[in-house]
């Protein structure tokens, strides 16, 4: 087995696409494209996703404990690529894009997405190259009312019909 097998029998699982976002300690916002997200528990309401290690978001996710995940309408496919880019490290991520603060984490929340979750961390745990991260959601919402949902499938984006 190699890593591309894996990535390539992975890529066969149908994902939603979302962004995960959190703010350092000199107040930058950071975010990530993540399509490893799932809901835990219903009581508390807990998520989990994998954050890569060596990722922008890290730090600040595990330092601050508080952050917001945005899930991606089709539409925004430019979005994901944006926060799957490794160059934007070190940069204001979220400059110049149609954001709310959340009240509970007052870390951004993309302004066009179906939905969206604030959440603290309950506890993470070691997953190889990435940290497990598993969240008490303080805050959800719907935002684009009929909105489709932007896919990852097949090491490509799709969408419902």
Sequence with gaps: MTPAAFRHVMSRLAGG???????DAEGKAHGMTVNALTS????????LFCCERDSSLHEPVLSSGRWTVSVLAAEQEKL???????????????AGLAVRKGAHTDVPILGDALAWLECRTWATYDGGDHTIVVGEVLDLGLG????RP???FGSGYRTLS
Excluded: C, K, N
């Design 17 to 23: 696409v979302t962004v995960v976002a959190a703010v």
């Design 40 to 47: 835990v528990s219903l009581d508390p309401v807990l998520v």
């Design 80 to 94: 994901s690529d944006w926060f799957a880019a490794r160059e934007r490290h070190g940069t204001d991520q979220f």
């Design 144 to 147: 684009v009312d009929d909105g």
């Design 150 to 152: 932007l896919l990852y």
